[in-house]
């Protein structure tokens, strides 16, 4: 943890910043390869809430295509 934010290293290497959380009836995430200079923000008011798993997906295609 870093001031509120996850600080870790995915599977592929990369590091990445993560935060989330949910509230009744929704939820967020913002999630940053900062080395890849990519960055997923998402949020939902409805079920599935957004996780840390479907911000990396999304990640993982804008990381590739640089």
Do not use: C
């Not at 995915?10 to 939820?27: C, E, P, V, W, Y």
């Not at 913002?30 to 809430?49: F, G, H, K, M, Y």
Request: glycine residues 10%; positive net charge.
């Amino acid at each position: 943890m870093a001031i509120g934010w996850r600080v870790d290293v995915d599977d592929k290497g990369r590091r990445r910043f993560h935060h989330g959380g949910s509230l009744t009836g929704g939820g967020a995430i913002l999630l940053t390869l900062r080395d890849e200079r990519v960055s997923v923000a998402i949020v939902s008011n409805q079920l599935p809430r957004p996780t840390e798993e479907m911000a990396a997906r999304i990640a993982d295609v804008f990381a590739a295509a640089r």
